[in-house]
T-cell receptor, first 119, second 109 residues
Framework: DSGVTQTPKHLITATGQRVTLRCSPR?????VYWYQQSLDQGLQFLIQ???????AKGNILERFSAQQFPDLHSELNLSSLELGDSALYFC??????????????????FGPGTRLTVL | GENVEQHPSTLSVQEGDSAVIKCTYS??????FPWYKQELGKGPQLIID?????GEKKDQRIAVTLNKTAKHFSLHITETQPEDSAVYFC????????FGAGTRLTVKP
């Protein structure tokens, strides 16, 4: 058990709908990362937050958004869902660094994932 | 941005043999190189990592080597066991993490 929790475990919805995935980081971790893993695909970095602020953006679609709340949990919102959005969505957390310009060793701990199926 | 390539995509070995997975990265500023193991239905789990000021690191049957000049790093698993069967991901990071496409390792009893 990594200490990172994600809910729900499974989500089935229809095209055009909107869903919210939730992540709680490990105790003490200030950084949260979101990844998408499609079938037989690697991990695609979506977005990172540090202590409530967006820190880095990856291959995140405009239909997707995220935020990190004062209690450090994070939500990933997916809207206007398409069939191709079906995937595993992972959240990871790390201690992070207050200075985005200072290199740090960001060992990330992954949650169990949310499996999204769009029908 | 960083681009990580990983080879091979699949690897099948006999129990007891060694397995080697190789990755290359593009951003010379990357300074942290973790390896993750993902079992079916689970999230990736960190198994070993190496930092850019170190050339080699070993943890029991697992070792990682880093060649900064050539921008490549490798995972070595010795005396493989069936429970080593999983998908392995390499990653390179400066501030954000970029993953390789993964290697599906199968260890045959």
């Amino acid at each position: 058990d990594s200490g990172v929790t994600q809910t729900p475990k499974h989500l089935i919805t229809a095209t055009g709908q909107r869903v919210t995935l939730r992540c709680s980081p490990r105790s003490g971790d200030l950084s949260v990362y979101w990844y998408q893993q499609s079938l037989d695909q690697g991990l695609q970095f979506l977005i990172q937050y540090y202590n409530g602020e967006e820190r880095a953006k990856g291959n995140i679609l405009e239909r997707f958004s995220a935020q990190q709340f004062p209690d450090l949990h994070s939500e990933l919102n997916l809207s206007s869902l398409e069939l191709g959005d079906s995937a595993l969505y992972f959240c990871a957390s790390s201690v992070g660094s207050p200075d985005s310009q200072v290199p740090y060793y960001n060992e990330q701990f992954f949650g169990p994932g949310t499996r999204l199926t769009v029908l | 941005g960083e681009n990580v390539e990983q080879h091979p995509s699949t690897l099948s070995v006999q129990e007891g043999d060694s397995a080697v997975i190789k990755c290359t990265y593009s951003d010379s500023a990357s300074n942290y190189f973790p390896w993750y193991k993902q079992e079916l239905g689970k999230g990736p789990q960190l198994i070993i990592d190496i930092r850019s000021n170190v050339g080699e690191k070993k943890d029991q049957r697992i070792a990682v080597t880093l060649n900064k000049t050539a921008k490549h790093f490798s995972l070595h698993i010795t005396e493989t066991q069936p429970e080593d069967s999983a998908v392995y991901f390499c990653a390179a990071s400066k501030n954000d993490m970029r993953f390789g496409a993964g290697t599906r390792l199968t260890v045959k009893p």
